[in-house]
């Protein structure tokens, strides 16, 4: 039997906007790989780095989405299927709307894939595949396979191994589809098997990808403990208060944490409010950032605008704090209700989504209708925060304010500027390629 396993990009251009400081290794689909049975062909193949081939062979080809790829990933459904494959949908996407998935692919696994995907193996090898694969409960971590690091693709990418130590969160934050997909209690991995799968791939450098790296600081502080003699750099993603504990910072940064994406979301207690995002202090996030610096950690803020507290001012407000914070590095998104969420129920019932495509639910485009602006002022504003942020000029100046000793200056200084213009890169290619040049929002522009 032979399994091509796929993780699509949005769109064809996909492969030319995403830099290389920008690829990650697709850990879902190589966890899919490491949950297969011994003695099966399998093949990964990463968008991000590679074109599809739909001559490949594969009697069973599996593929992950988000919500933005979902139509594109039904069209590729048809072609696979066309040419004798069974195709097996699975990711955000997939479990969020299992019945919509379920019309364009021969089965569906909803969630997480432990328990489902074998389960769903076998059924094929005796020729009855049911349409909807589940698990009756969350799935443990411990003593999960180590997932296929070796099916990567060699030399695409800067930082070649992922892990995850945690899945789920006990937040529900409207916007977000993290809950629904892996559940509100948060679940991790023992510390052990995290160490050891570390030591497997001999990692000198290791990206988190979970969701929340401290949702448990007591979990946090044991796993940042038991890296310290591992000697390997790391990132991940955290949330703000975070910040709020001396101890853990200080256990991240000896256990090699080098930067952190935090979502900030928005500078307005109102909007934070709307979101459920209690644990975010908004009075505090500068001495936050202050913090983490302190420690030595690069700080990539996340942030959102279409709230329905935000009106036209949001943006140079949140662009004017970011400067003033000394944030590291920026992400500024358009609120999106994705299907599942609190968010898109509240949007839908209030008649205020505009658009139903899910191409544009990827978080550039607008797709409900602003409580306070235009849809194109959202558009334009967002767009506008990005452009100055990193413009050429401000990138540089925010570079030079930036106070490093001697030691960060060599360690920091260079990841820094390939990630600003790494992100500029994705920019101008949106800018020119797609041609989406930003009106001026009225907004007086800092170059
Ligand atoms: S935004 Fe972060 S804190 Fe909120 S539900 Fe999602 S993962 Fe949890």
Same mark, same amino acid.
């Given at each position: 039997?032979?399994?091509?396993?796929?993780?699509?990009?949005?769109?064809?251009?996909?492969?030319?906007?995403?830099?290389?400081?920008?690829?990650?290794?697709?850990?879902?689909?190589?966890?899919?790989? +490491?949950?297969?049975?011994?003695?099966?062909?399998?093949?990964?193949?990463?968008?991000?780095?590679?074109?599809?081939?739909?001559?490949?062979?594969?009697?069973?080809?599996?593929?992950?989405?988000?919500?933005?790829?979902?139509?594109?990933?039904?069209?590729?459904?048809?072609?696979?299927?066309?040419?004798?494959?069974?195709?097996?949908?699975?990711?955000?996407?997939?479990?969020?709307?299992?019945?919509?998935?379920?019309?364009?692919?021969?089965?569906?696994?909803? +969630?997480?894939?432990?328990?489902?995907?074998?389960?769903?193996?076998?059924?094929?090898?005796?020729?009855?595949?049911?349409?909807?694969?589940?698990?009756?409960?969350?799935?443990?971590?411990?003593?999960?396979?180590?997932?296929?690091?070796?099916?990567?693709?060699?030399?695409?990418?800067?930082?070649?191994?992922?892990?995850?130590?945690?899945?789920?969160?006990?937040?529900?934050?409207?916007?977000?589809?993290?809950?629904?997909?892996? +559940?509100?209690?948060?679940?991790?991995?023992?510390?052990?098997?995290?160490?050891?799968?570390?030591?497997?791939?001999?990692?000198?450098?290791?990206?988190?990808?979970?969701?929340?790296?401290?949702?448990?600081?007591?979990?946090?502080?044991?796993?940042?403990?038991?890296?310290?003699?591992?000697?390997?750099?790391?990132?991940?993603?955290?949330?703000?208060?975070?910040?709020?504990?001396?101890?853990?910072?200080?256990?991240?940064?000896?256990?090699?944490?080098?930067?952190?994406?935090?979502?900030?979301?928005?500078?307005?207690?109102?909007?934070?409010?709307?979101?459920?995002?209690?644990?975010?202090?908004?009075?505090?996030?500068?001495?936050?950032?202050?913090?983490?610096?302190?420690?030595?950690?690069?700080?990539?803020?996340?942030?959102?605008?279409?709230?329905?507290?935000?009106?036209?001012?949001?943006?140079?407000?949140?662009?004017?704090?970011?400067?003033?914070?000394?944030?590291?590095?920026?992400?500024?998104?358009?609120?999106?209700?994705?299907?599942?969420?609190?968010?898109?129920?509240?949007?839908?019932?209030?008649?205020?989504?505009?658009?139903?495509?899910?191409?544009?639910?990827?978080?550039?485009?607008?797709?409900?209708?602003?409580?306070?602006?235009?849809?194109?002022?959202?558009?334009?504003?967002?767009?506008?925060?990005?452009?100055?942020?990193?413009?050429?000029?401000?990138?540089?100046?925010?570079?030079?304010?930036?106070?490093?000793?001697?030691?960060?200056?060599?360690?920091?200084?260079?990841?820094?500027?390939?990630?600003?213009?790494?992100?500029?890169?994705?920019?101008?290619?949106?800018?020119?390629?797609?041609?989406?040049?930003?009106?001026?929002?009225?907004?007086?522009?800092?170059?």
């Amino acid at each position: 039997m032979r399994i091509l396993l796929i993780s699509p990009g949005k769109d064809e251009d996909y492969a030319k906007r995403m830099g290389l400081a920008f690829k990650l290794p697709p850990l879902g689909i190589t966890t899919v790989a +490491g949950l297969t049975k011994p003695g099966i062909d399998i093949r990964l193949l990463d968008e991000q780095v590679e074109a599809i081939d739909f001559n490949d062979g594969a009697d069973i080809v599996g593929i992950s989405m988000m919500t933005a790829a979902a139509p594109r990933v039904y069209r590729l459904a048809e072609e696979f299927r066309r040419r004798g494959a069974k195709v097996v949908l699975g990711g955000p996407h997939a479990s969020a709307v299992p019945e919509e998935a379920a019309q364009h692919c021969d089965a569906v696994v909803v +969630g997480e894939a432990e328990g489902s995907w074998p389960r769903l193996i076998e059924d094929f090898e005796k020729g009855k595949l049911e349409k909807i694969y589940a698990n009756a409960e969350k799935p443990s971590l411990a003593g999960l396979p180590e997932p296929r690091r070796d099916l990567y693709k060699k030399k695409a990418y800067l930082i070649k191994n992922t892990f995850q130590t945690t899945r789920g969160c006990p937040y529900a934050c409207s916007f977000c589809s993290v809950s629904g997909v892996f +559940g509100e209690q948060y679940r991790s991995k023992p510390v052990e098997d995290v160490v050891r799968s570390i030591e497997i791939t001999k990692a000198r450098f290791a990206g988190f990808i979970d969701d929340n790296i401290c949702g448990n600081k007591k979990y946090s502080k044991e796993l940042f403990k038991a890296l310290i003699p591992l000697h390997v750099g790391w990132i991940g993603q955290a949330s703000v208060n975070a910040a709020e504990d001396l101890e853990l910072l200080q256990l991240a940064k000896k256990s090699g944490c080098v930067g952190l994406f935090m979502g900030f979301e928005t500078l307005s207690q109102g909007s934070m409010g709307e979101i459920g995002k209690s644990q975010n202090k908004i009075a505090a996030f500068k001495d936050n950032i202050k913090r983490l610096h302190d420690h030595g950690i690069i700080v990539l803020g996340a942030f959102v605008f279409g709230f329905d507290s935000d009106d036209v001012d949001v943006f140079k407000r949140t662009v004017d704090f970011i400067y003033d914070a000394k944030l590291d590095l920026a992400q500024f998104t358009n609120l999106t209700p994705l299907p599942g969420t609190q968010l898109h129920k509240k949007l839908a019932a209030e008649n205020r989504i505009i658009d139903t495509d899910w191409r544009h639910y990827d978080t550039e485009s607008v797709v409900f209708k602003p409580a306070q602006m235009t849809p194109d002022q959202l558009w334009n504003g967002t767009g506008w925060a990005w452009n100055n942020f990193y413009s050429r000029g401000n990138i540089l100046r925010r570079m030079m304010g930036m106070k490093f000793d001697i030691i960060r200056l060599g360690m920091y200084v260079v990841p820094l500027l390939i990630m600003n213009f790494g992100f500029k890169k994705a920019l101008d290619f949106d800018n020119v390629v797609k041609n989406t040049f930003f009106k001026d929002p009225g907004i007086r522009n800092k170059d």
